[in-house]
């Protein structure tokens, strides 16, 4: 098959930011003071009470990545591939993704529960999940010629696409994934689930430093799953140690490099 009349590299694209939404929370705090006794004779009056100083908490522990997961983590988690450039995480904030899925397969579906399953299994804040009603992403197995309609943001010349949104404070909000239904091999088009949906989590980047990553730009490696550095990224996203809006500086105090 000629490689280019498929497309020959994969592309997302991250879209101009959404309305800002405003989150307020409420700080409570205990009002705390000294205990008063009631004034009188030694022999009568009640004794002090004293509150014991509450135990510092323990330093949060960090994760650990290697410093070439940590590099990985730099090229293919900030900014997006297409007209975002902004240095700084994007990801969603929720405990809970829900996909909803069109089309599609049989075997396709099973590499797509495949998917699901392993990146849940890296996530310590978030997972994947399948659902028939509202959803947080759409995945679409369509012909190419009618991605357009499908995302308005497509670019010619991929078959595999994901769109997506954020708002002010780069908490993803909601992503649209396109995935070819017809032409290509059964393997690539699970290669193709796996990058796209993996990029909606927030890894928007790709890299031609590593055939064995998902993330690698040259379609003619395809991998169909997460090598050893995948891993380490997806873990860290989604260690609760990093957020929306960090930039490297912020990242790199957030971990320990072994």
């Known amino acids: ?3 280019r009349s498929a497309g020959d590299r994969l592309r997302r694209v991250a879209p101009v930011l959404l309305a800002a939404h405003l989150a307020l929370v409420a700080c409570e705090s205990s009002a705390g003071g000294t205990p008063v006794a009631s004034a009188g004779s030694p022999s009568s009056a009640a004794p002090a009470v004293t509150s014991a100083a509450p135990s510092p908490s323990p330093a949060p522990v960090k994760p ?8 990985y983590f730099f090229t293919v988690a900030f900014g997006a ?3 975002d450039k902004v240095k700084v995480i994007k990801m969603w904030a929720k ?7 069109h089309g599609g397969s049989a075997k396709s579906r099973s590499c797509l529960n495949k998917v699901i399953s392993d990146f849940n299994s890296l996530t310590a804040t978030t997972d994947l999940k399948l659902t028939k009603g509202a959803a947080d992403i759409e995945l ?6 009618k991605f357009r309609s499908l995302e308005p943001w ?3 010349g991929n078959d595999g696409y994901v769109a997506a949104r954020w708002a002010d404070g780069y908490t993803i909000t909601s992503a649209n994934v396109l995935i070819r239904s017809s032409g290509i091999s059964e393997r690539i088009r699970c290669h193709l689930i796996r990058e ?9 980047r790709d890299s031609d430093k590593y055939p064995e990553s998902i993330f690698y730009g040259q379609y003619w490696s395809a991998p169909t799953r997460y090598s050893a ?8 996203l989604y260690s609760g140690a990093v957020g929306p809006g960090d930039d490297k500086a912020r990242v790199k105090k957030a971990v320990t490099v072994r």
Request: net charge positive.
């Open 64 to 71: 650990r990545i290697s410093k070439a997961g940590l590099a």
């Open 95 to 101: 405990p809970e993704v829900g996909i909803r899925v």
């Open 229 to 236: 550095l995948d891993k380490e990224v997806i873990r860290l």
């Open 140 to 145: 679409h197995f369509a012909p190419v010629a």
């Open 1 to 3: 098959m000629n490689r």
């Open 81 to 83: 591939e297409y007209r």
């Open 196 to 204: 796209e949906l993996t990029q909606g989590m927030g890894m928007l």
């Open 154 to 156: 497509y670019i010619s």
